[in-house]
């Protein structure tokens, strides 16, 4: 059965909006766990535009499930990690002038860095994923690295506009899996997912978890987090 981990980054934006103490992501993450969420995800920016070392700190303590760390592949980053220990860290690209993660990592440029951070963070015990596009060279350029998992990016999927792009789209993830599945490579998936366009990716299996934030929250600033993130367990569930 696939495992949620709700990203609670929005609640911080919230916060950050007013640059007061509330809503606080660390209240969030402890409701989504109430919830039955299997794990919470927050992206540590370079520029902290949302998540604060005082947010990462703080859930470590408390988190009672698994912290999944989204971070820039830099110095800085990794030795947050390696003080903070997350259960796992997803390596993201990140670039300042973006809303929000744009594209996937590409690790056939950037294999010698990956390689010997993947090491680093491995040997203090963390789970290391690499966020990707579903794209053969990247899924075997992982795999070559030494990653533990990826994760698969699903934007391109969740911005279709016609049937034939999202059967293509599907398509791509669908083969994305598969070679994952020869290699070993454990596979998460996320970006863009909400209610609706996750269904049919639910129906490919091999899907170990999903990584959910802006639908999530934007149905809990409505609904409450606790309905919202008991409504997507739901689907994702089955
Ligand atoms: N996975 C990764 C690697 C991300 O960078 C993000 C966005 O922070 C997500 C999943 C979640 O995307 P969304 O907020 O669109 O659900």
Redesign the pocket.
């Known amino acids: 059965m696939a495992k949620l981990s709700v990203?609670v980054?929005?609640i911080a934006t919230i916060r950050q909006a007013r640059g007061v103490s509330e809503p606080d992501p660390v209240a969030a993450a402890v409701l989504a766990e109430l919830a039955g969420a299997d794990g919470i995800?927050i992206?540590l920016r370079e520029d902290r535009r949302h998540i604060q070392d005082r947010d990462v700190d703080i859930l470590r303590q408390t988190i009672k499930t698994r912290l999944n760390l989204?971070m820039a592949l830099t110095d800085e980053m990794v030795s947050i990690a390696l003080k903070t220990l997350p259960d796992s860290v997803?390596l993201?690209p990140e670039g300042r002038h973006e809303l929000?993660?744009e594209g996937g990592l590409d690790v056939v440029l950037l294999q010698n860095t990956l390689k010997q951070k993947i090491a680093l963070l491995q040997q203090a015990g963390i789970v290391v994923s690499l966020?990707i596009e579903p794209n053969i060279e990247q899924i075997k350029a992982s795999h070559k690295v030494g990653a533990d998992y990826m994760?698969i990016?699903?934007?391109m999927y969740?911005e279709v506009r016609s049937e034939a792009e999202r059967r293509e789209q599907l398509g791509r993830i669908e083969l994305a899996i598969s070679a994952a599945r020869r290699l070993g490579l454990g596979i998460?998936?996320?970006?863009?997912?909400?209610y609706r366009n996750i269904q049919s990716v639910l129906a490919l299996p091999g899907i170990e978890e999903f990584?959910?934030?802006?639908?999530?929250?934007s149905r809990a600033a409505l609904v409450g987090i606790d309905r919202a993130v008991r409504e997507m367990l739901a689907l994702v569930k089955g």
Do not use: K, P, R, Y
């Not at 998460?188 to 909400?194: I, M, P, V």
């Open positions: 990203n980054d929005h995800t992206h989204e997803t993201v929000t993660t966020f994760e990016h699903t934007g969740c998460n998936a996320g970006h863009g997912l909400d990584n959910i934030g802006h639908s999530i929250i």
